[in-house]
């Protein structure tokens, strides 16, 4: 799975021209890639992050590192860049994750002592929403990452500093809690 | 023997073993497994796409500004100050002479008490470059009023450098350096004080 959410929107924003002037430094082509990108940053750091508050950090973070980091920037046309800022606020928000080391407190965490005692059939009719919130954050961080930004494990693996099989097998821990908590759906 | 959850979405992702494979084809129980993972993955696909709450590029802007000023700072700024402080004193000392040989010990006195002060306030100003490098403002986040003071700060700080300059290139009274000098160890004292006060450390 190489392909990463579309953000059409983007894409017609941003031409070669104000890439390379951001490149440059030039502040208001700087800002002309936050614009075309604050939406996608935040809405992937709020996803993976617990608090809404710590996701507004992760996308501070991911333009300061952009506005410090795109001359360094070599890949060619807005596609590449999408993916490239993507990879920026990926990173810092799986920084922010390890980071905080949220505590897993809600009673159907992986780790917690109810960990797999919830048969399906008296599962929680909870809410997707809720559900993912309710996933420990690593979890949360892999699945939102592999099956809906399109990540491979192995990209998750270098981004998490862990092993694939660490990847693969949060994923399916998440899948089985979701699985759980949402039943039949 | 059914799929587990791994082998369910190793099969998904076209990387399940072909035992694993098999088996979905013929389990109609594993296959409504299947059917829901892929129905999971798309709600969650599905999901809103929440909006940042709040405009963080000012933010971002003050942060990326001040950061290359501290590597200017890094770069050329202490050779600046040096040279600052050496044409303070060079234009003190010449002017210890000039006045010496005009026969003028109030002038004499009062451009040596200039100096003085200047190289006070270079000092004072130094140490307090050094303690806000100590502090690490790169590493730690801030309000948005905060980013905003202190963008407005270190604009204001260069301008009196910029003030400096200019004196000290038409040979400027020591007064107008003097006066220059002090305004740029409170402001400096004052953008201390903002990173203290209102920063928190994030790390990197």
Not at chain 1, 43 to 52: F, N, P, Q
Not at chain 1, 61 to 79: D, H, K, N, W
Not at chain 1, 96 to 119: I, Q, T, W
Request: charged share 30%; aromatic share 6%.
């Amino acid at each position: 799975m190489t392909v990463l959410r579309a953000n059409v929107g983007v894409i017609g924003v941003l031409d070669d021209i104000a890439i390379e002037r951001a490149k440059a430094g030039h502040l208001d082509a700087l800002e002309r890639v936050y614009r075309a990108y604050e939406g996608m940053v935040y809405a992937l750091a709020r996803r993976v992050c617990k608090t809404a508050e710590d996701a507004e950090d992760v996308m501070q973070e991911t333009f300061l590192e952009v506005c410090r980091s795109i001359g360094s920037f070599r890949g060619e046309g807005p596609g590449s860049l999408t993916a490239w800022v993507k990879r920026v606020a990926a990173n810092k928000a799986l920084m922010r994750v390890r980071r905080e080391k949220y505590r897993e407190a809600d009673e159907f965490s992986e780790d917690g002592p109810n960990a797999g005692r919830r048969a399906p059939d008296v599962a929680l009719q909870l809410d997707l929403e809720v559900a993912l919130s309710r996933l420990s954050d690593t979890s949360r961080a892999v699945v939102w990452l592999h099956d809906v930004e399109g990540y491979t494990h192995e990209d998750i693996a270098e981004m998490m500093d862990r092993t694939v099989s660490f990847s693969k097998s949060q994923l399916a821990r998440a899948h089985t809690r979701l699985r759980g908590w949402l039943g039949g759906e | 023997m059914h799929c587990t959850m791994d082998e369910m979405l190793a099969v998904r992702d076209g990387e399940g073993s072909a035992r694993a494979k098999a088996h979905v084809e013929q389990c109609e129980r594993c296959q409504v497994e299947m059917d829901l993972i892929a129905r999971r993955a798309a709600a969650l696909r599905a999901l809103p796409v929440r909006r940042p709450p709040r405009d963080r590029w000012l933010v971002v802007r003050g942060q990326a500004l001040a950061e290359r000023r501290h590597a200017r700072l890094a770069r050329f700024g202490w050779g600046s100050v040096a040279v600052a402080a050496g044409l303070a004193l060079a234009v003190g000392l010449r002017g210890v002479e000039f006045s010496g040989r005009d026969d003028r010990p109030a002038a004499l006195v009062a451009e040596a008490a200039a100096g003085s002060a200047i190289d006070d306030l270079v000092a004072q100003s130094q140490q307090l470059e050094a303690a806000l490098r100590a502090y690490g403002p790169d590493g730690r986040v801030m309000s948005g009023r905060a980013a905003s003071l202190v963008a407005e700060l270190e604009d204001r700080i260069a301008l009196v450098d910029q003030g400096i300059a200019r004196v000290r290139a038409v040979n400027g009274s020591r007064e107008q350096l003097v006066n220059l000098w002090r305004d740029r160890v409170l402001l400096m004292e004052g953008l201390v004080n903002t990173h203290v006060t209102r920063a928190s450390y994030v790390g990197f």
